[in-house]
C-alpha cells in the first residue's frame, strides 16, 4: 500500500541521487533505515544464545589464560 509522505527539498534531493535510475525511493529508504534488531535478538545475542564463534572463544579462552598468568 501507497502512503503519501513530505520531505524537505534537500532530503528529496539527497534521496533522488541515491536512487539512482533503477532504485525505487522505497529501497532508498529500506536501505537507510537498515534492518532494525528486535531487543529479544539484542539480548540473545549479548548472552551468547546468537551466532557464536567458537574458534574466537577458543582463541579467547587461549589469551586470558595468558593474562591471569602474568597478572594474577
Do not use: C, H, P
Not at 19 to 28: A, H, N, P, T
Not at 50 to 60: C, S
Amino acid at each position: 500500500m501507497a502512503r503519501l509522505i513530505s520531505v524537505a527539498d534537500d532530503v528529496y534531493e539527497e534521496l533522488t541521487a541515491r536512487k539512482g535510475k533503477e532504485d525505487s525511493f522505497s529501497m532508498v529508504i529500506r536501505n537507510a533505515l537498515g534492518k532494525k534488531e528486535s531487543n529479544r535478538d539484542a539480548i540473545l545475542a549479548f548472552a551468547g544464545k546468537g551466532g557464536v564463534d567458537e574458534k574466537k572463544i577458543k582463541e579467547l579462552g587461549k589469551e586470558w589464560k595468558k593474562w591471569t598468568k602474568k597478572y594474577a
